[in-house]
């Protein structure tokens, strides 16, 4: 049997927002819906997604854009998904 521990800052933080502040970084690599729970089980940080109308005319798989409150969140997605 394994123990969980349970992470405060992610169990009750609102980690997902509705926009990107300016202080956030945007990564160009589409959002799916298996990157979108990578990054809910994976990462830390705060995050925002976006819809990106012009890359959801050509690409029906992608969610939008992520932006991350942390930079080297974003570097581990793009490294990851890209």
Not at 31 to 43: A, G, Y
Not at 54 to 81: H, R, V
Request: net charge negative; hydrophobic share 40%.
């Amino acid at each position: 049997m394994t123990d969980y521990e349970i992470d405060p800052v992610v169990w009750f933080a609102e980690r997902q927002l509705d926009y990107p502040p300016v202080h956030f970084v945007t990564v160009h690599t589409p959002l799916t819906e298996e990157s979108r729970q990578w990054v809910l089980n994976k990462l830390r940080g705060r995050f925002a997604v976006t819809i990106d109308t012009t890359d959801f005319l050509f690409n029906l798989e992608s969610m939008g854009c992520i932006s991350f409150e942390d930079p080297k969140e974003a570097t581990l997605f793009e490294l990851k998904w890209s």
